[in-house]
Structure formats: structure tokens, C-alpha cells
């Protein structure tokens, strides 16, 4: 895992962004680098490397594109939509858990379509 620190990727309004293997981070998030907060974001990020290893990183992003686009037209909102794309609810439903990557079964993220 390498971390990033930039002022672009993700766009304002988003703390991280993962892609395999790395995680790109806003450069206003490294002062809570050593708190707990920073533990949840971090876990939440390798939840996505985990996803994009399960489908060879080009096949989540399309996934994900497609998901997000249908969820769209359902919520007709694109926070909600972006919230309920099943990888997101994988991880934000299991970043809290330390003990996640011990009992996470491969594709978990379909559980939550």
C-alpha cells in the first residue's frame, strides 16, 4: 500500500480514493493521520483493494461506473447512488470492524447488490 497526498484525487468532498495499491488521500486529511478516524478510512480503502483484486482492478471499475449509473436513475441523487454501490456498502457497513479481513469472504460485496 502507498499512500498519496494531493490537493485533486479524490475530488473535494471525498477523503480517499484506492486504486490498487494505491490510496489517494486530500492533503487536508494527513492531520488526523494518527486517530482513529484515520484507522476507519484506511480499512474502508483496503476493503476496495480487496474487491479490486477479486476482479482484476478494470472489471471493479466498470462495475462500479455501471452501478453507480443505475443506482442514479433509481435515487435520483448522487449521493445516495454513490452510497448505495455495493462495494461502498461493503465498506462502509465493515470499516469499523478491526477484525474484518480475518472473516471476510471473497466477493462479500455481492451480499449487498
Same mark, same amino acid.
Given at each position: 500500500?502507498?499512500?498519496?497526498?494531493? /490537493?485533486?484525487?479524490?475530488?473535494?468532498?471525498f477523503?480517499?480514493?484506492?486504486?490498487?495499491?494505491?490510496?489517494?488521500?486530500?492533503?487536508?486529511?494527513?492531520s488526523?493521520?494518527?486517530?482513529?478516524?484515520?484507522?476507519?478510512?484506511? +480499512?474502508?480503502?483496503k476493503i476496495?483493494?480487496?474487491?479490486?483484486?477479486?476482479?482484476?482492478l478494470?472489471?471493479?471499475?466498470?462495475?462500479?461506473?455501471?452501478e453507480?449509473?443505475?443506482?442514479l436513475?433509481?435515487?435520483k441523487?448522487?449521493?445516495?447512488?454513490?452510497?448505495?454501490?455495493?462495494?461502498e456498502?461493503?465498506?462502509?457497513?465493515?470499516?469499523?470492524n478491526?477484525?474484518?479481513?480475518?472473516?471476510r469472504? +471473497?466477493f462479500?460485496?455481492? /451480499?449487498?447488490?
Amino acid at each position: 500500500m502507498f499512500l498519496v497526498f494531493n /490537493k485533486l484525487i479524490p475530488v473535494k468532498g471525498f477523503a480517499a480514493m484506492a486504486v490498487y495499491p494505491f490510496i489517494f488521500v486530500r492533503s487536508e486529511c494527513k492531520s488526523y493521520q494518527h486517530s482513529e478516524r484515520w484507522q476507519i478510512l484506511i +480499512r474502508h480503502e483496503k476493503i476496495h483493494f480487496e474487491q479490486q483484486k477479486e476482479l482484476l482492478l478494470i472489471f471493479f471499475y466498470l462495475w462500479y461506473v455501471i452501478e453507480y449509473f443505475i443506482r442514479l436513475v433509481i435515487h435520483k441523487n448522487s449521493n445516495e447512488a454513490y452510497r448505495n454501490i455495493s462495494f461502498e456498502r461493503e465498506a462502509y457497513k465493515n470499516e469499523g470492524n478491526i477484525n474484518y479481513f480475518s472473516t471476510r469472504n +471473497r466477493f462479500s460485496w455481492l /451480499k449487498h447488490l
